[in-house]
Structure formats: structure tokens, C-alpha cells
């Protein structure tokens, strides 16, 4: 555990544990990324970092592809018997905890609610949930569900959320660092605006996800899991310079093979507390976890709040 310089503007240097963190996701869904964080996978680096400034990109990549591709796996890989984890810092029954004491009994939504294992948590607490994904086939899912029944759905970009009140969210939450999963500044900033505007006076934006580790990003291919008849693997593409990750979850098997693509923009804190205080956001409280850890420079991880003015 060393000293780790940020590169540019992304502030001091920080210390940070990242063993074993969890995983960033895609907008209704999730990515394992081990280029960025400490992971239990191997990673085999391919090349050097990719500092040069050229943006990672793929090609026909938009803010449903990762749910739309992802959807046939999601529940198996990530649910509660999946063999990955969503998050390392709270179960759903944590978070549905931290964000119902939160809110104070008001409407919450959730963007990139994904397949509702935390709108349906938070349902069970008597709180009206509106979930908002850009793909139908998450959605297709989470309506399949019981409980689905008590929760509003919503099919759209997080970063423009459509046919929403301004001012009707008592609590506005982006969990299992699916926030990163809007892949470029700009759409994180929109993100943040459109929350801002959705909530009423006094309401919260919470943002749950991992402290990057720049000098751990870069191309490799990480082994995920290995089976009889069946490998699981990670190749990413890392840009530095764009805090940019493009990577394809590849499953090979004795059935065919099988490729799900994801990509995401990573972000400090400090810069999520920019952007935050340009869409009118003042930062209240920063945890390690939904337990209520007190946030510092070793935490490999954040619960992020910001109040609306």
C-alpha cells in the first residue's frame, strides 16, 4: 500500500485499500472492473498504459447496450448465487437501509435500477420507488419479478431522464458505481444536473462507488472463472489520459462463445464534488460503506451525499 499520485487535476496523492473491492456496472446492470481496482482475478497486462490521450471507444456502444447484452446472465452472474460480487461496502438490505433513513419516509429513484435488487429492497420499506433504466431488456426482468407491482418504471438515458417532475424525489440514487458507467464527463455532468432538478429542496443524490487507482489502470486480460467446460475472461482497453475503460466479458465454452461488452469513465471524488457543486449540489456526508463509515484517504470505496441547496 503505497503513496499514489493522481494524475493532472485529480488532486493530491491518496492512500487507499483496494483489496478485493467490488465491481463498477453498467446502467441496469454491472462491470468487474480489475484494471482500475484490486480484484481476486489474474491480470495479465497487454502493452503499456494507454496514456496518449486517444479515447477508448466500441464502436455502436450506447447507453442500453450494456443491459440489452448483459440481461440473459445479469440475475445468474450477480444475484445472490451468482459467483461475483455487485459490491464489497453493503448488501441491497444495507443500502435500502442507508437511503430509507435518508429519505425520510419521501419518493426515491433509482438510476440504472437494473433487474430491482435494490428497488425492491427499498419497496419493502414503504417507500414509493421509481426506477429508471436504458434497457428494456433489464426492465423486461425486473417486471417478471414480484414486487414489481409497487415500483414506477421508467425507460431512458440516466444522464436525461424522461417524463419526470422536477422536484418530485426526496432522495435520487445511482448504486453499485453504475454512475461510471455514463462514459464521458459530459454525461456525468448531465447526470448530475438532471438529479439536481428532480429533486425537491433539501432532497439527496447518492452516489455509491469505488476511489480509482490510476496506476493500476491499464490493457490486460483477467481470468474470471475457470470451469470444466467453461473460461470466463476480461480484456480491457484503458485511456489514462480519458479515465476511460472499454473491455468484453468473453465466455468460452464447449456451447459457443459469447461476448459482453461494457465500457465506463471513472472519477475521484474530488471531481464528483465539482461536478456536483456546478449542477447546484453541496456535499453533506461521505462514508466508506452504507454502514456510516467515516470516509478517508485509506477507504476504497464511497457512499457520496450531496444536498440540494
Known sequence: MGTRRVPGVLGQPRQHRLDHLGSGRRAGGMVQVDAIHGSEATTQPVGGPTGSGQTASMD?????TYGDRHAEVYDEWYGDD???ALTRIGTPADVANGVAGLAGGGPVLELGVGTGRLALALADHGLEVTGLDASGAMLDLLRAKPGSEHLTLVEGDMAAPPGLADGSFAVVLVGF???FNLTTAEAQSA??????RLLRSGGRFLVEAFVPDPEMARDGVSVRDVDLDRVLLDVVKVDQAEQVITGQRI??????????PYVLRYATPEQLDVMAATAGL????????????????????HVSIWSKR
Request: glycine residues 10%.
Open 251 to 260: 465466455e468460452i465454452s464447449a456451447a459457443g462463445n459469447r461476448l459482453f
Open 177 to 179: 458505481n453504475t454512475f
Open 191 to 196: 447526470c448530475m444536473a438532471s438529479a439536481a
Open 282 to 301: 453541496e456535499l453533506e456526508d461521505r462514508w466508506e460503506d452504507w454502514h456510516g463509515t467515516t470516509f478517508d484517504d485509506t477507504s476504497p470505496a
Open 82 to 84: 451468482g459467483g461475483i
Open 60 to 64: 455502436g456502444y450506447d447507453e442500453s
